[in-house]
């Protein structure tokens, strides 16, 4: 005899895989857990950016630290300004109080 049986009938292999296909589901989505990252990004929790690199058909990307950095990776075709959201470095906002 092979597999379980079930009024005579052998139906074991059926019994086995639905109770098998969710267990395996389970231990797959558990192996995933330390894949999936809930923290945010570095780009989003670190300091801002202070040059951006303005392309010439159009959009903005600020995510350089340095004119280095940014001149590099324009190839001399894109335009490279300072961020006019972060503060210059070394230099904090005050704000004003009312």
Same mark, same amino acid.
């Given at each position: 005899?092979?597999?379980? %049986?079930?009024? /005579?009938? =052998?139906? /074991?292999? #059926?019994?086995?895989? +639905?109770?098998? #296909? $969710?267990?395996?589901? !389970? ?12 923290? $945010? ?7 801002? @950016?202070?040059?951006?690199?303005? @392309? &010439? =058909? /159009?959009? +903005? ?7 280095? %950095?940014?001149?590099? !990776?324009? %190839?001399? !075709? ?10 210059? $470095? /070394?230099? &904090?906002?005050? @704000?004003?109080? #009312?």
């Amino acid at each position: 005899m092979t597999g379980v %049986q079930f009024g /005579g009938v =052998g139906y /074991g292999w #059926r019994v086995g895989m +639905t109770l098998i #296909r $969710p267990r395996l589901v !389970a231990l797959f989505l558990t192996a995933l857990v330390p894949i999936i990252d809930t923290a $945010p990004a570095d780009a989003q929790s670190a300091t801002c @950016r202070p040059w951006c690199r303005e @392309r &010439t =058909g /159009g959009g +903005t990307n600020c995510g350089f630290i340095s004119f280095e %950095q940014c001149m590099w !990776a324009s %190839q001399g !075709a894109d335009v490279c300004v300072p961020n006019g959201v972060c503060p210059p $470095p /070394g230099r &904090t906002l005050l @704000r004003r109080s #009312r």
